[in-house]
């Protein structure tokens, strides 16, 4: 198993631009889940969902939109790219209702100029 | 909303001593997990230890264990026996009824040799 894979590692973007982070998971979890981690913080829920056809927002959803047509793909779309999402962000998934333990990706990170 | 705080920016101690990192979090509800991660400067975010709120025994794992207070909500993490791998930031989370996580704000630990 790959477990969550992310891509890309890095990337960096122009304010306005827009782009999509892809996120992967192996292991037929329901729930998936996208969060930012900024200098001094900890993780911060952006989004998440808990199946196919499932969304919801979490802490920090403004400038981002995400979908998920499959259980295995959870991408990440920044609209238009601001300096405020220069960040690094981390997709998990968990296996669903009663499991406790998250699995994360290897962060991308993303700087926005 | 459930809060979590860790008072401690940078801990250093020496290699093969103890070390207690501190977390203090707030909650309304009765049944809850708590969990110290770690990620180290590759940045993958590895799960150390969890607890269980309803659970009165102290989890241990390893040379991990931790020191929960109930009363006082208060969940600190001591490293025995120190390693240059144990190196690296510790967020204290706390995961909601919906499963949500809640982060600390990482406390970044320092092994000196």
């Known amino acids: 198993n790959a477990g969550v894979t992310q891509t890309p590692k890095f990337q960096v973007l122009k304010t306005g631009q827009s782009m999509t982070l892809q996120c992967a998971q192996d292991m037929n979890h329901e729930y998936m889940s996208w969060y930012r981690q900024d200098p001094g913080m900890g993780l911060r829920l952006i989004h998440y969902?808990?199946?196919?056809?499932?969304?919801d927002q979490g802490e920090v959803p403004n400038g981002y939109n995400v979908s998920r047509s499959t259980t295995e793909d959870f991408p990440l779309r920044l609209l238009s790219a601001a300096p405020s999402q220069t960040s690094v962000y981390f997709c998990?998934?968990?296996?669903?209702?009663?499991?406790?333990?998250?699995?994360f990706g290897p962060g991308t990170r993303l700087t926005v100029t | 909303a459930q809060t979590v705080t860790q008072s401690q920016p940078e801990m250093s101690v020496q290699e093969a001593e103890t070390v207690t990192l501190s977390c203090t979090y707030d909650?309304?509800?009765?049944?809850?997990?708590l969990f110290w991660y770690k990620q180290p400067p590759s940045r993958q975010m590895i799960l150390v230890i969890r607890?269980?709120?309803?659970k009165q025994q102290n989890a241990t794992e390893n040379r991990f264990s931790v020191n929960f207070q109930k009363a006082a909500k208060s969940f600190s993490l001591k490293i025995s026996d120190s390693q240059l791998g144990d190196a690296a930031m510790y967020f204290c989370?706390?995961?909601?009824?919906?499963?949500?996580?809640?982060w600390g704000a990482g406390t970044k630990l320092i092994i000196k040799p």
């Open positions: 989370v706390s995961m909601d009824s919906n499963y949500q996580l809640i």
């Open positions: 998990a998934s968990r296996a669903g209702q009663g499991s406790y333990e998250q699995y």
């Open positions: 909650t309304s509800e009765s049944d809850y997990y």
């Open positions: 969902s808990v199946g196919a056809g499932i969304t």
């Open positions: 607890q269980e709120a309803y």
